[in-house]
């Protein structure tokens, strides 16, 4: 039978979603890890895994979830919540349950997320270049209302280079999205181009000042970053970088 996967991210709530379908066997297992790896590194305020479609099945297999939880939550400090599994995987898990976040359906799982009151914020902006300074103001209100003032000035420089790139490369509005974990302070934007930032390396200008939205300027991305990376969606793309909260 055949097996599907489709990651789904809500951008404005701070979620993303893992839908799988077919039969876990070892070889799906593993493409299902991978998937949830790949959405808990983004360090959304969580990944929601929906089972309502994973056909019941007894074994090692079932093993990957409660390990794939584990692993989010010490790599990116993000917290994953399962959802609409058949009663056969629920009894499967066992003994288990109490470090396997279960829950009925999507929406309780979402309900769970909002009150646990993430640290999450966003913005939509005009591709203005008055919109730098209010990527900026979001990101520093961010940073001190989350005790993270020491993050302060390196997320403000970072968001800037992103804002800029968005605005120069981009051409129309775009969003600005924060978030907070245990591990690492996210910083993202939104914008309608599909074509991925690329970093430059062309000689720098007189006096060596690294122009905004230049491509030179996302080497200080990357070197101000524990990661960085760039997800394409199905209407352009998020831009983001993680900044480490807590030693490595």
Same mark, same amino acid.
């Given at each position: 039978m055949r097996s599907d996967i489709i990651t789904e991210r809500d951008l404005d709530a701070g979620?993303?979603?893992v839908r799988f379908s077919g039969t876990l066997s070892s070889e799906t297992a593993g493409l299902l890890n991978a998937a949830v790896g790949r959405a808990a590194?983004? =360090?959304?305020?969580? +990944? +929601? /895994?929906d089972l309502s479609e994973l056909h019941p099945v007894a074994g090692p297999a079932v093993s990957v979830l409660p390990a794939l939880t584990r692993h989010a939550s010490r790599t990116w400090g993000v917290p994953v919540l399962l959802c609409g599994a058949?009663?056969?995987?629920?009894?499967?898990?066992g003994s288990q349950r109490g470090s396997v976040a279960l829950y009925d359906r999507r929406d309780d799982a979402v309900l $769970?997320?909002? $009150?646990?009151?993430?640290? *999450?914020?966003c913005e939509?902006? !005009?591709? /203005?270049?008055?919109?730098? $300074?209010?990527?900026?103001?979001?990101?520093?209100? !961010? =940073?001190?209302?989350?005790?993270?003032?020491?993050?302060?000035?390196?997320? =403000?420089l970072v968001v800037s280079e992103l804002a800029t790139n968005a605005i120069q490369h981009a051409g129309a509005g775009f969003g600005v999205m924060v978030s907070g974990t245990p591990v690492f302070l996210r910083i993202g934007v939104r914008d309608e181009s599909p074509a991925p930032p690329r970093i430059t390396n062309l000689p720098g200008t007189s006096g060596a000042i690294v122009p905004a939205g230049s491509g030179r300027g996302l080497r200080i991305v990357a070197g101000l970053a524990s990661h960085w990376g760039c997800t394409a969606l199905s209407t352009g793309?998020? +831009? *983001?970088?993680?900044l480490r909260i807590s030693p490595a």
């Open positions: 979620l993303a979603t590194a983004e =360090c959304p305020a969580a +990944v +929601v /895994v058949a009663a056969e995987i629920v009894r499967e898990l $769970a997320v909002r $009150a646990g009151v993430p640290r *999450w914020a939509h902006l !005009s591709p /203005v270049p008055e919109s730098v $300074a209010v990527a900026r103001r979001v990101v520093g209100d !961010s =940073c001190e209302a989350w005790g993270l003032g020491q993050l302060r000035d390196r997320a =403000c793309k998020i +831009v *983001w970088a993680l």
